[in-house]
């Protein structure tokens, strides 16, 4: 079973990345590097960590496990070539976010028989895909322009996780 809390920090995680990308519009190609590779890790450990847990009704959740160890292995591979161009990095990202959407997609049919509200994590998905084909769709659009696509991206979806975290918690649906 998802564990509320999780979503709640992996919502606040991307609201405040959200947040920085908006109020320093001008970061260089490296800080951007730095706070997708960030995201990225600390999403991919949250999803592997909601993917691994279980309760007595219910198996491990494959997609949220795949999911996060994809999210680690792109936010290690940033993290190790810093100096990657930005149209490897546009594209990177674009990936990242259709591949994430798919899953999310994936995990909130599988849990539609446990949760009343899983329509929310399958708009994180939708969210996912229609921003990663907008990245693939204007490459051009420069570093600021995908700060700023990227900071909307993870401040929306993290509201998203955020209120299903606290529905989910009112409900006291809990491992």
Known sequence: MLDPSLLI??????IVIGFVAFVWPGLTLA????IFALYALI???TNVALGLSRSRRQS?????????????????????????TALVLIALIAAW???????????????????????????????????GVLVFAFP????????WILGSY????????V???VRMRRLAVVP
Do not use: C, K, N, Y
């Not at 920090?9 to 991307?14: A, H, P, S």
């Not at 800080?31 to 730095?34: D, E, R």
């Open 43 to 45: 999403d991919g450990v």
């Open 97 to 131: 976010a259709v591949v994430t959407g798919v899953f999310e997609v994936i995990a909130a049919i599988r849990l539609r028989h446990v949760l009343t509200r899983e329509w929310l994590l399958a708009l994180s998905g939708i969210l996912s895909i229609l921003f």
């Open 9 to 14: 920090i992996r919502g606040i995680v991307g």
């Open 163 to 165: 209120i299903l975290g």
């Open 60 to 84: 491990r959740s494959w997609p949220l496990l795949v999911q996060g160890i994809l999210g680690i292995a792109i936010a290690v591979m940033t993290f190790m070539w810093p100096g990657i």
């Open 154 to 161: 993870a401040a929306a979806a993290g509201i998203i996780l």
């Open 140 to 147: 051009a659009a420069g570093a600021v322009g995908i700060a």
């Open 31 to 34: 800080v951007l590097v730095g």
